[in-house]
């Protein structure tokens, strides 16, 4: 059974920068497409970024390309999102996402899901 157990997040002034981990684990993370995916009041829920595991490049949504960075580490099964220069903007519960493909395919296609941590981002 695949599982995400996700860190980091918190309370950050505008400017600043967090880091968001995920450990995966029951499956050879490899073999997943994963990303990262926010969802804040009142919005529709939004793909953050994408790695695909086939090609090895990662997709960012418009609003945080330059600011944001994903990256994945397959031997110790942990994706990480660093996020600089956030912005008020960026607040939202930030989840880790999990799809068993090569290739990504947007929030609807995730299978696995971790539980969610929220970033508040302060003007």
């Known amino acids: 059974q695949v599982q995400l157990v996700e860190s980091g997040g918190g309370l950050v002034q505008a400017g600043g920068s967090l880091r968001r981990s995920c450990a995966f684990s029951g499956e050879a993370l490899r073999d997943y497409a994963i990303g990262w995916v926010r969802e804040a009041p009142g919005k529709e829920r939004e793909g953050v970024s994408c790695?695909?595991?086939?090609?090895?490049?990662?997709n960012y949504v418009d609003s945080v390309q330059g600011r944001f960075t994903m990256s994945r580490d397959n031997a110790k099964n942990r994706v990480y999102l660093q996020m600089n220069s956030l912005k008020p903007e960026d607040t939202a519960v930030y989840y880790c996402?999990?799809?068993?493909?090569?290739?990504?395919?947007?929030?609807?296609?995730?299978?696995?899901w971790g539980q969610g941590t929220q970033v508040t981002v302060s003007s």
């Open positions: 996402a999990a799809q068993y493909s090569y290739y990504c395919t947007g929030p609807s296609g995730y299978e696995y």
């Open positions: 790695d695909s595991s086939s090609t090895g490049t990662t």
